[in-house]
């Protein structure tokens, strides 16, 4: 799970993420907190904001949600998240 904290706009792009919006993403444990250094992402949902906390993939699953599965990706926002619960979470 991440925070989605701002968008890459590349001068160039190579053959396969033409028209792929690149966004920076704030890795987050549950409570909120950092959990690891921001990373870029390709956006497969097309509607991913700053601010929004979303689901990732990543290694060779990052590139299946395209047509073209053969597109250099290491990571890509697969759905977005409304809420998150813990069951027993404060007891």
């Known amino acids: 799970m991440a925070k989605v904290v701002g968008t890459v706009v590349p001068a160039v792009t190579v053959e396969g993420l033409e028209g792929i919006r690149l966004l920076l993403l704030r890795p987050e444990n549950s409570d909120g907190s950092v959990a690891g250094k921001i990373i870029v992402a390709c956006d497969a949902t097309l509607t991913a904001g700053i601010g929004t906390i979303v689901t990732v993939v990543d290694g060779r ?3 299946l949600p395209f047509d073209n599965t053969f597109i250099p990706a290491d990571a890509t926002v697969v759905g977005i998240i409304d ?3 813990i069951s027993g979470a404060g007891e």
């Open 83 to 85: 809420r998150v619960n």
């Open 61 to 63: 699953e990052a590139t």
